[in-house]
T-cell receptor, first 112, second 115 residues
Framework: KQEVTQIPAALSVPEGENLVLNCSFT??????LQWFRQDPGKGLTSLLL?????REQTSGRLNASLDKSSGRSTLYIAASQPGDSATYLC???????????FGKGTKLSVKP | GAGVSQSPSNKVTEKGKDVELRCDPI?????LYWYRQSLGQGLEFLIY????????KSGLPSDRFSAERTGGSVSTLTIQRTQQEDSAVYLC?????????????FGSGTRLTVV
């Protein structure tokens, strides 16, 4: 059974810091891994999608890496800003069925 | 449409009443998913549809929950005889395909409050 774990559960940093969010999954046979952002009371916004054959994806100040063999992914946020404050979720498809298995998220707070 | 649209955005209902939540996926997306997020909890898978195949209902918490997808597009999630524990944000997502390399796009959700 696939399980997704995110560490830390919460993180508070001063503005301008670079930071890393961690995601681990127990079954390495994944098709892809997706990082999402969720603002309070809102839906999910897709940030990055990494295919199983890829090692990393970049979008602006965000960089996500994937190491399938070790069952890990990291989301790197450079030069954090108060607007980055949100909960960050990682998710992988459940086997061949497609519905996503989510971690519980990391709640990020960037202080001005 | 440009994104996944859900309606209503907020719904307050009395315990015991039935509710219908609507999801309009991105045009051309063959896969559609429903998730539930209770306060302070992670996302709980409910059901998904893929094309004309029978839906996977394995995540539905009870027989009070049902969903349909008409014409391979719009989906309706129905909760009968609502209970207070049904209060949550119900999120819908769509994808180009069931598996293999396609990301998911989520709607903004319907916040259901059962009083």
């Amino acid at each position: 059974k696939q399980e997704v774990t995110q560490i830390p559960a919460a993180l508070s940093v001063p503005e301008g810091e670079n930071l890393v969010l961690n995601c681990s999954f127990t079954d390495s046979a994944i098709y892809n891994l997706q990082w999402f952002r969720q603002d309070p009371g809102k839906g999910l916004t897709s940030l990055l999608l990494i295919q199983s054959s890829q090692r990393e994806q970049t979008s602006g100040r965000l960089n996500a890496s994937l190491d399938k063999s070790s069952g890990r992914s990291t989301l790197y946020i450079a030069a954090s800003q108060p607007g980055d404050s949100a909960t960050y979720l990682c998710a992988v498809p459940k086997g061949s069925q497609g519905n996503l298995i989510f971690g519980k998220g990391t709640k990020l707070s960037v202080k001005p | 449409g440009a994104g996944v649209s859900q309606s209503p955005s907020n719904k307050v209902t009395e315990k015991g009443k039935d509710v219908e939540l609507r999801c309009d996926p991105i045009s051309g997306h063959t896969a559609l998913y429903w998730y539930r997020q209770s306060l302070g909890q992670g996302l709980e898978f409910l059901i998904y549809f893929q094309g004309n195949s029978a839906p996977d209902k394995s995540g539905l918490p009870s027989d009070r929950f049902s969903a349909e997808r008409t014409g391979g597009s719009v989906s309706t999630l129905t909760i009968q005889r609502t209970q207070q524990e049904d209060s949550a944000v119900y999120l819908c997502a769509s994808s180009l395909a069931l598996q293999g390399g396609y990301g998911y796009t989520f709607g903004s959700g319907t916040r259901l409050t059962v009083v």
